[in-house]
């Protein structure tokens, strides 16, 4: 089964950037949609970003929608993420999720495949 692994959280102060990376092992129909969810202290999982294969189907929350961008990178089968204007509110452990489908799906249960998540602290 195909693994994800997430890389480029850590700290930073409100107004900064961060670009985290999913890294999939192996390309398979598994990884035709990935997703990026998060999950702070005390709340319940909340999806973020996804795209599919093709990207041309990307979608975003409305707490992010302007001030993150995801894309692929096909060569290293991975897909990344660009935090820009971070706030506070975007403090949470992020992860990375995968499933086969042809359009971007924003439903934590619909995927089936799941990295181990990389923490994201902002400061205010």
């Known amino acids: 089964q195909v693994q994800l692994v997430e890389s480029g959280g850590g700290f930073v102060r409100a107004g900064g950037s961060l670009r985290l990376a999913c890294i999939a092992s192996v390309r398979t129909s598994e990884t035709d949609t990935t997703a990026w969810f998060r999950q702070a202290p005390g709340k319940e999982r909340e999806f973020v970003a996804a795209t599919t294969w093709s990207v041309v189907d990307t979608v975003y929350s409305d707490s992010v929608k302007g001030r993150f961008l995801m894309s692929r990178d096909y060569g290293m089968n991975a897909v990344h993420l660009q935090k820009n204007n971070l706030k506070p509110e975007d403090t949470a452990v992020y992860y990375c999720?995968?499933?086969?489908?042809?359009?971007?799906?924003?439903?934590?249960?619909?995927?089936?495949?799941w990295g181990r998540g990389t923490q994201v602290t902002v400061s205010s």
């Open positions: 999720a995968a499933a086969p489908f042809t359009r971007a799906r924003r439903q934590a249960n619909e995927y089936v495949v």
